[in-house]
């Protein structure tokens, strides 16, 4: 984890790569970090959603009057940068520039920004000449910020603003630096959300951009922790001004499992940004390609039908539980691998489409509208005008620019959800499967289904009032909850849990699998990277892996595997998305511990055994 950092600090850096541009052009900004433009005026209208301030209600984002909206935007960032303006501005009118984003279906600009413009920063390399953004002569950037800001809106546009970075310099890893410190920080969350308190176009703040180690998540340490500095950072923004959603990022890391920068939200369920508006908080994660960082999971075996099991674990569960909103603030790719295209096209039908979730679905913002992000490019081509069709043309299902108010599942404004299933029982078991049933929920319209869930991920979808889950492990504790949901994409709570342990000499007679440990031990503390391989001769369903540990080191955290601890006896046990080996294959989780004897050993030999 400590390489996926550095990696992750290497690579998130983008360069300025327009080749037209002046020196005085020459800035960073980090993600993760049609010919010619349109140029018919828009007329200002107000989209029947999305009208006034927005507030939360479980998962949903609604608007003033109650309606589900969906954000589905682009980033354009320049404000961050020691331009101090939103980038692009050196070849074009910045009304241009909105309107095409409008005509392409993107209805949210996040527009991200550094405390350097409080101090009155003069924008840099700003074409004002033969008229081009002749209402921009002789403005501070916030006074450039108002105008962008004002014509979106006056385009039926919403606009977030995120504070990137503490100055120009660099991307940071806390909220705070030496020569930025909090109070600066909260000072300046309160001037910039009292600036816009009367302008329902800025619908949100977004607190700090991608929060990394030695960010933390539920620590308790006031100096690292981010979830304590969030609930600091959304009163400020409150108190300025209450009627605004507050954008909440993750981390990197939590309980030893690390994430993109920023992308780490497995903490939020158990550790809550609480804030004293209730309905305001919406998490944030950010997630990318290749062309970023690599990582473990798209050189799985089961790449990309493991992605969904990644993105779950990670932030997706805050959606799929109801537990809150969840926008993907920033994602891209320079789509130049064929990875590259797949995680795009495996990532948007994860996000919903808005043909058949309407703005029952996660809220996103796209990396970027700029060319001039090294790391991943834009929507944009380098001449700042043409559209990249092809990167375009993958976002086309999750486009909202009535922000997902004649999409399917919005239910016409219907947000109560179906009551909680009742009376979960475990009717069967063998030794591979498990045989559920339950009372059917009750809902204001109709009940449309029901979401099995196992150990806390979503394992199946049912439209009837029982299930089998298959593919299981012999002799083993299953625990399973399900959800009820309606059309109107409304999810009950979870019902109470059931565990069921399947029936032993289970497996087929070519399953076998092999498990070697790994370990990182820095003496206090390790972490065990264990390999599961498939030696067998057919597909496993599924592992189980059993080794034995002195009580004396304590398990602390684990990714990637269902980890359960008797005794000195720990058994590990697949997730969905990584049962499946095929002959030979190999996939890997991970274990976290802390000793309280220093003198004990984490050696072990791992025991794996398989289904087929």
């Not at 998962?59 to 589900?68: F, K, T, V, W, Y």
């Not at 969906?70 to 303006?85: D, K, L, M, P, Q």
């Not at 950037?141 to 006056?154: I, P, Q, R, T």
């Not at 399917?408 to 219907?414: H, L």
Request: aromatic share 10%.
């Amino acid at each position: 984890m400590a390489g996926c950092a550095a990696a992750l600090a290497a690579a998130l850096v983008t360069t300025l790569t327009a080749p037209a541009a002046p020196a005085a052009h020459a800035a960073t900004s980090t993600a993760g970090s049609t010919a010619a433009a349109a140029t018919t005026t828009v007329t200002a209208t107000t989209a029947a959603a999305g009208a006034g301030y927005w507030h939360t209600s479980g998962r949903q984002i609604l608007d003033e009057a109650g309606n589900p909206v969906r954000i589905a935007g682009i980033n354009w960032f320049g404000f961050e940068t020691g331009n101090y303006v939103a980038h692009g501005l050196w070849s074009r009118d910045y009304k241009s520039m909105i309107d095409q984003m409008k005509s392409l279906g993107y209805n949210t600009i996040r527009m991200p920004y550094s405390d350097d413009i409080f101090k009155g920063t003069t924008p840099a390399s700003l074409n004002t000449a033969n008229g081009m953004n002749a209402d921009l002569v002789g403005l501070n950037s916030l006074g450039v910020m108002d105008k962008l800001v004002n014509y979106a809106g006056s385009i039926g546009m919403k606009v977030i603003l995120d504070r990137h970075r503490p100055d120009s310099g660099g991307q940071s890893a806390l909220w705070y630096t030496s020569s930025v410190p909090e109070s600066t920080w909260l000072a300046n969350l309160k001037t910039i959300s009292a600036r816009y308190a009367n302008n329902s176009a800025v619908i949100g703040i977004d607190l700090h951009n991608e929060p990394h180690d030695p960010a933390c998540w539920g620590c308790g340490d006031l100096a690292t922790d981010w979830r304590l500095a969030a609930q600091r950072g959304g009163e400020a923004v409150l108190s300025a001004n209450p009627k605004l959603l507050v954008f909440v990022e993750g981390v990197q890391s939590f309980n030893g499992s690390s994430y993109w920068w920023g992308g780490n939200l497995q903490g939020a369920g158990q550790y809550p940004v609480q804030l004293s508006v209730p309905n305001r908080v919406v998490y944030s994660a950010h997630d990318y390609a290749t062309s970023v960082a690599q990582q473990t999971w798209f050189s799985d075996p089961s790449f990309p039908s493991n992605m969904p099991g990644v993105w779950d674990k990670n932030w997706g569960y805050l959606f799929n539980q109801n537990i809150a909103p969840v926008w993907v603030g920033e994602f891209g790719t320079t789509l130049q691998s064929t990875v590259d295209q797949t995680w795009l096209k495996a990532l948007v039908q994860y996000l919903r489409p808005t043909a058949t979730s309407g703005a029952d679905s996660f809220q996103w913002t796209f990396w970027s509208w700029n060319p001039n992000s090294g790391d991943t490019g834009g929507i944009l081509n380098d001449d700042w005008t043409t559209v990249n069709t092809v990167k375009d043309g993958y976002l086309a299902s999750i486009k909202a620019p009535g922000f997902g108010s004649t999409g399917g599942g919005t239910g016409g404004g219907d947000v109560q959800a179906p009551s909680v299933p009742a009376g979960l029982t475990v009717t069967g078991t063998t030794a591979s499967s498990v045989s559920l049933s339950w009372t059917a929920s009750t809902d204001d319209t109709a009940v449309t289904g029901y979401d099995v869930y196992r150990g806390g991920t979503k394992v199946a979808s049912a439209t009837s009032t029982s299930y089998t889950d298959s593919g299981l492990n012999a002799a083993t504790a299953y625990s399973y909850t399900v959800r009820a949901k309606d059309a109107a994409g409304n999810v009950s709570a979870a019902s109470a849990a059931v565990t069921a342990t399947t029936a032993t000499n289970g497996g087929g007679t070519n399953a076998g699998c092999a498990a070697t440990i790994a370990l990182n031990d820095w003496g206090s503390g390790l972490t065990a990277t264990v390999t599961v391989t498939n030696t067998g001769s057919t597909p496993t369903t599924g592992w189980q892996v059993v080794w034995t540990w002195p009580t004396a080191l304590q398990i602390t955290g684990s990714w990637s595997a269902t980890v359960a601890r008797s005794g000195q006896t720990v058994t590990a046990t697949n997730l969905p998305y990584n049962g499946t080996l095929a002959p030979a294959a190999a996939t890997s989780f991970g274990v976290q511990a802390t000793r309280s004897d220093a003198a004990a050993s984490a050696t072990a030999t791992a025991v794996c055994t398989a289904t087929s």
